[in-house]
């Protein structure tokens, strides 16, 4: 995945969302580059979620610039790109039809799906379900699952959306050690969470968001050793901000 | 009272009797019926599905369309046919007129509106569930379709059972069409209207109560077949 030109770094100006005239989203500014772990973090309501799916392209800007430099003019940039919900879509078949289905629109060749599909599964710890049909699946094997499927498109970014959010600790351990994965591998990972613990333990840099609005963005290290705004400071120590 | 007695007696003798005439017209039943939703639903899947996934101009109104054809009255998608069909229309060369194609055809005409309008409403709900997936995948629009009419396939049973219910029961257009000509095109439903109109009440209702026995079996038989399918892939 290293090897090939990457589609980031990804700019984001001035970007606004507004819903049925509500402003969700106010004037974003930022600028992701290959490499880093970037955390969003922020409250419920912040404007998390909306803000990975306006960059992945599952929503359109009210107003503003989101930008794959590196895209350039060869193909979509989202086809470079996989997002793993907080619910994850489970399709109504068996956990290895969830992945070669995902091969097939992906245009893979039926004799290869098999093989590519168990590799997956495998590393996903599910070789042994891979029969069972998906949704009677646990909330963390279908998460894992949902990352077995999204490894397979080789993606260069990978966006989380809360993975974790009803997940146990175990299971959150399991899909934490899948996203290492994909970073190891080289895939730049985007994640939108509001627990600080995983935060702590998977950012290399935070962008904070509140109320719709970009508080801060800076190394993980010093946004939480030394955050430079009030708001940061108060959701650091848990004293939520409404 | 006693009409309704005979009736069962009728029935139960018409089923024991295994008449090749009776035999004759219900395979004619189920072959016009079946054959008709089979058409309704190679163009019925598609076009729900089209409906629910994509945005036109006049979306909403095919959608209307849709659900308002599901009522279309038998006698007058008949007449349509008929007028189509007849030696004077623009078909007539076909010589399909009386024949179990026409009746084929104006049953498929009365019962794609109702698979389509089905499809629609079930896979638009499936959208809902699937729609961020699929868009994250960037599947191109075939694929979409694709994967919601297979997914939403023991969801559609439903919509196919609604069309072979409509499709066996009519009479209205199967009897302009098709011209109730004993062994050429009566079928179960216009049988018993010329039995009840000649006064054979006991007959016609004998023979009533065996088409909602085929219905019934035909039913059941789709319904097993698609619990068991369902478990498997866990839909419920």
Known sequence: MSARQSILPLEVRQLVFEASGTRLLHDVNLSLTVGQRTVILGPNGAGKSLLLRLCHGLLTPSSGDINWRGAGTRDRAIRHQAMVFQRPVMLRRSAHANITHTLKIRGVARSERRERADAALALAGLSSLADRPARLMSGGE?????LARAWITEPEVLFLDEPTASLDPAATRAVET?????HTAGTKIIMATHDLGQARRLADEIVFLNKGRLVEFSPARSFF?????????????????? | MSTILNAFSEAGALLASFDADFLAIVGLSLRVSLSAVLIACLIGFPLGAAVALFRFPG??????????FMGLPPVVIGLLVFLILSRSGPLGVLGLLFTPTAMIIAQAILVTPIIAALTRQTVEDLWREYGDHLRSLDARPLDRLGTLIYDARFSLTTAVLAGFGRAIAEVGAVMIVGGNIDHATRVMTTAIALETSKGNLATALGLGIVLLVIALAVTATVQVINAIGARKAAIV
């Not at chain 1, 899948?178 to 994909?182: C, M, P, S, V």
């Not at chain 1, 955050?227 to 409404?242: K, Q």
């Open chain 1, 142 to 146: 279908q998460q894992r699952l949902a």
């Open chain 1, 178 to 182: 899948l996203i290492e994965g994909f």
């Open chain 1, 225 to 242: 050793e030394n955050p430079e705004t009030e708001e940061g400071r108060a959701f650091i120590t848990g004293d939520l901000l409404w």
């Open chain 2, 59 to 68: 979306r909403g109104a095919v959608a209307l369309m849709l659900n308002t």
